[in-house]
């Protein structure tokens, strides 16, 4: 019996696909079940949260990475291996304040919305991609560092780019360590 | 690969989300296994249709069932069906004695009622695949000790094979 020749699908790729399907689902399933947008968000930030909790775990066992020193440190840690370990993609990080809490990730590419042409009709506040937020903020919180994490800019919504504003919220201790150096 | 990190993750989640934003009586009327077997299904379609692009035809459901069994449960668990039973009228039973889904949970009979929640994701892959090859299907998973299980597909109809097509 002749086994026709035929090309082996890219394999790896479509392990990637598994869980940008899935979350095409999970997003489309919350859209039927929510009706208000902000709600999907809210719903995408809090399973987000709860993923980043558990991911920076695997994250800092298959990564190695050594203790950081400042809050630039960390997110270009976040966008350089993170992304890349985890979506395949390194964001570029920028600064946007002088106090240096304030940074974003801009997403040139995003696999999260690979097969997703636009969003729904009537879902113009949708943050298709709030997970990530969730994760980043989940996983800075379980290395004791409270952030805000939002989606400044969204490709989906007809912004020219997609960005990630990732503000480090002080804590009333770490004013005293800088008065002792 | 730290992407399967990421999916059993998300999985999880979404089984708890789903199992916590539950309102009265949905957990006991099966409205939440439905909903994640509903998700899984629209991933199976998706799936398979990347899957077999550029395959070739495959000549009888039997072939479509060692696929699934092979390429299709080695790209997404990593590891091939361990047995496929068949009675050639219709009815497969996939075994797998090492669920991926289900190492992390337990080894052996511990927390045995929860595991139908963290398979009904899977019923509706393996139903979404089939789907979308011509050969629909109730398929539905029974766990006697974690992490081995059993998915039992059961065919509706006939298959629609593309020389069937006119």
């Known amino acids: ?146 952030a805000d994490v939002t989606f400044l800019q969204d490709r989906l919504k007809g912004d020219s780019v997609t960005e990630i504003g990732i503000t480090f919220l002080k804590k009333p201790e770490e004013k005293k360590y800088r008065r002792k150096k | 690969m730290a992407d399967e990190a990421l999916f059993l993750l998300l999985h999880n989640e979404m089984v708890s989300g789903v199992y916590k934003s539950a309102e009265q009586g949905e957990v006991e009327n099966g409205r939440c296994i439905t909903k994640l077997e509903n998700m899984g299904f629209r991933v199976g379609q998706g799936l398979i249709e990347r899957f077999t692009k550029d395959t070739a035809r495959f000549k009888d459901e039997l072939d479509i069932m060692k696929f699934i069994c092979k390429d299709f449960w080695t790209t997404v668990f990593k590891k091939q069906i361990d047995n496929l039973r068949t009675n050639h009228q219709g009815i497969y039973v996939l075994q797998d004695n090492k669920f991926r889904l289900l190492t992390q949970m337990s080894a052996g009979k511990q927390y045995l009622e929860h595991a139908s929640k963290y398979l009904a994701f899977t019923c509706g892959l393996i139903r979404g695949g089939l789907s979308n090859l011509g050969i629909k299907s109730i398929v539905t998973a029974e766990v006697s000790s974690m992490p081995a299980c059993k998915f039992q597909g059961q065919r509706v109809g006939n298959w629609i094979s593309p020389a069937n097509i006119h």
């Open chain 1, 1 to 146: 019996m002749s086994c026709p020749t035929h090309r082996r699908p890219e394999y790896r790729k479509i392990n990637k696909d598994l869980f940008v399907l899935t979350y095409g689902a999970l997003v489309a399933q919350l859209c039927k079940d929510y009706e208000k947008d902000e709600d999907v968000n809210k719903y995408l930030d809090k399973m987000g949260y709860g993923i980043g909790t558990r991911l920076v775990e695997d994250f800092l066992a298959r990564s190695c990475v050594g203790r950081c020193h400042s809050y630039s440190e960390i997110t270009d840690i976040i966008a350089q291996v993170a992304f890349k370990m985890y979506l395949g993609i390194t964001p570029s990080v920028t600064c946007n304040n002088s106090s240096r809490n304030e940074f974003s990730l801009i997403l040139d590419k995003n696999p999260l919305v690979e097969f997703v042409e636009e969003l729904p009709a009537g879902r113009s506040s949708l943050c298709y991609c709030n997970l990530l937020c969730g994760i980043i903020r989940g996983a800075l919180e379980m290395v004791h560092l409270a």
